[in-house]
């Protein structure tokens, strides 16, 4: 009988084991549906102060306030991208690979003006660039080309995915409630509910809180850019800018994207003289914008928004991206503020949860 016992315990913990690792490869194989489903989440929460705003001040009803709020995020979002053309035409311009003498001669110039100035610092970077097989590098052009073509239909299809579910998100807004109520257990209920719509607060506030990080930022790329002549001043300034909702890389990122913008802008100029002055000066505006981002405007938006000390998310940050790559810093501070809210809810009697817990 002893025996018959654990052979059926080895038996039950095989099958949970099993299918565990089931689940887990269901997960992996529908990883893209997952991000289309969090994006969602995440555009419904930035949506929810709006569609609030919409029915209590302005008497909308639920459909009508929803359909606004959704047509006011795809004019934003067709709005954005009408503003890339610009920047990528003037780019195209200056990166194209013609055969033109101007082109050609404007790449002569910079060159030239790069090799004597790093000669000057006994640099010799043409003897660097001869031992690159540039050859082998364009037959690869056909699968980029391919590649980017994929890409492109991948994002158009992820793009409608995340409308048509954010839309849903938006309209049913106790979608999630009545699911997490549906496997909560029972006697639970209550908690559950009371910890999901206090994570749904402080995350829309911290998604909120976020759009004004980077509208700070957007204004002082702007005004730098803009002092020192850049086209597209405007454009750049937001893919910057947007860049910082990943932490630490995010902005390293974005300042080799400016300094790479700035230059290419000027490829007419001379180098040492004009090209390198101007990139230096947008540089240092770039550090100035980003220590103003690090020591005022993240520590007291999070510490408003998700009511944690910045030292916590600083924390946090580390440890999702050492485990998570990434992905993991993008999803610490939410994630780490949902934690925070179940332990309360859940654990309110621990010492070091209260502790954690007691601004919240």
Known sequence: MKSKEIANGIVRATAILVGVVLLLYFFYKIQAILAYISIAAVVALIARPIIKFLKKRLKFRNSIAVVTTMFLFVLIMIGFIRMLFPL???QSENLSLLNSDKFQADIQHTFNNLNDYFNTRNINIFEQLKSLDIASQLNKLPDLVNSLVGAFGSIAIGLLSVLFISFFFMKDSKLFDRALLTISPKGSEFKVKRSFDKIK?????????????ISILFIIYTIVLSIFGVENAIVIAILCATLNLIPYIGPLVGGFLMVFLTMTSNLSLDFQTQILPKTSYVLIGYLIAQLIDNFVSQPIIFSKSVKSHPLEIFLSILIFGSLFGILGMVVAVPTYTAIKV?????LSDNKIVQSLTKQL
């Open 201 to 213: 607060d402080l995350l829309s506030r911290y998604f909120i809180g976020l759009i004004f990080q």
């Open 88 to 90: 990528i035409e003037k």
């Open 342 to 346: 179940i332990l309360k809810e859940f």
